[in-house]
């Protein structure tokens, strides 16, 4: 039963829904919202459901930390799947409201830098108030609990609000980034456009700690794709580090990496590899030399043949 349930970011009409609608096997899954991130992972966790969709990233802000943070902390989960969504808001309003008649704004946080400057611009004295997910938002000014909420424009139909404006997003092509996640397994196959998340915490502070955290990828032609510091909650000082790399646990040159990494810190979360959205395989920059999969391989035969004294 809960192999045919994929848990979202909800309530109806959130960005996430729309991102998890694009996955071709959202068809024949039914689609349970959730009122938080973790309560989706949750429902992933204990059973309730085969996988989840929640945002992960945004091109504006960076990365949505209550995501990170659930898959740093509790019981392990995987990313199967990334889904890229390009995000504009409109101005949700009750019918007649005006522009003059708002005080009162809400939407996801993540939702605030993507709308910031257009709110100084026109709304510079209404109060911003933090929802749940942007469709929670929605629901919210349905309630009547505030004027307007920034939302997708498909979101005003479910909660009988108005587009009052729309197209509003600060930056150009602005971005958020969806993770599928499941319970542990293992990952699909590579595709040859390929990421890996894992969870790496650095071991007693020394200078140059970070360095050799990026060297183990970065002696092996590794390409990161994000890196993004989150306080281990044990203290001030106390980091551990989300990276996306470029590849597949399979690949050689990323298993040698995370087992370089495995080797001097003190834990790393493997989080999955899993297909990049929205690039194909000839579209993936060039390996540096020697980091092939056949060029450790040929590495490693020569060491068996030297160890043997076959040279
Ligand atoms: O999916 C939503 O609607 C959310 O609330 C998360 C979110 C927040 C900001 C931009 C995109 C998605």
Redesign the pocket.
């Known amino acids: 039963m809960s192999a045919t349930r994929y848990a979202y ?1 909800g309530p109806e ?7 998890l609608r694009t996955l071709p096997e959202a068809a024949t899954r039914e689609l349970v919202p959730m009122v938080s991130v973790p309560a989706a992972l949750d429902a992933v966790r204990n059973g309730q459901a085969a996988a989840a969709l929640v ?1 992960i990233e ?1 091109s504006v802000e960076g990365g ?1 930390t209550a995501t990170l943070d659930e898959l740093t902390t509790g019981a392990p989960l995987m990313i199967y799947r990334e889904v890229l ?1 390009s ?1 504009t808001f409109a101005l949700l309003v009750r019918p007649g409201t005006k522009l003059s008649d708002i005080k009162t704004v809400t ?5 605030q830098p ?1 709308v910031r400057n257009w709110m100084a611009a026109h709304l510079p004295n209404a109060v911003w108030e933090s ?6 938002g929605a629901r919210l000014v349905q309630e009547g609990r505030y004027d307007a909420a920034f ?2 424009e498909f ?1 005003a139909a479910t909660y009988g609000l108005e587009p009052l404006v729309t197209e509003i997003h600060d930056a150009e092509n602005a971005q ?1 980034r ?1 993770v599928l996640v499941g319970r542990p397994a293992r990952p699909s196959a590579p595709t040859g456009a390929d990421k890996t998340s894992v969870v790496i915490w650095l071991g007693d502070d020394h200078p140059g700690a970070l360095l050799e955290l990026l060297q183990e990828f970065a002696v092996r032609g590794v390409n990161l794709m994000l890196i993004q510091s989150r306080p281990t909650g044990e203290g001030i000082g106390n980091y551990c580090f989300a990276v996306d790399a470029e590849g597949h646990i399979a690949d050689r040159r990323v298993g040698e990496a995370l087992m370089g990494l495995k080797r001097i810190c003190p834990n790393v979360r493997f989080l999955g590899s899993y297909p990049r959205a929205g690039v194909t395989p000839d579209e993936v920059g060039a390996l540096r030399t020697g980091t092939s999969d056949t060029d450790f391989t040929d590495a490693s035969d020569w060491l068996a043949r030297s160890q043997d004294g076959r040279v």
């Open positions: 970011l009409g959130t960005f996430t829904e729309v991102a945002p945004n949505i969504l995000i939407a996801h946080p993540a939702a993507q929802a749940a997910s942007n469709a929670d939302a997708g979101a958020t969806f």
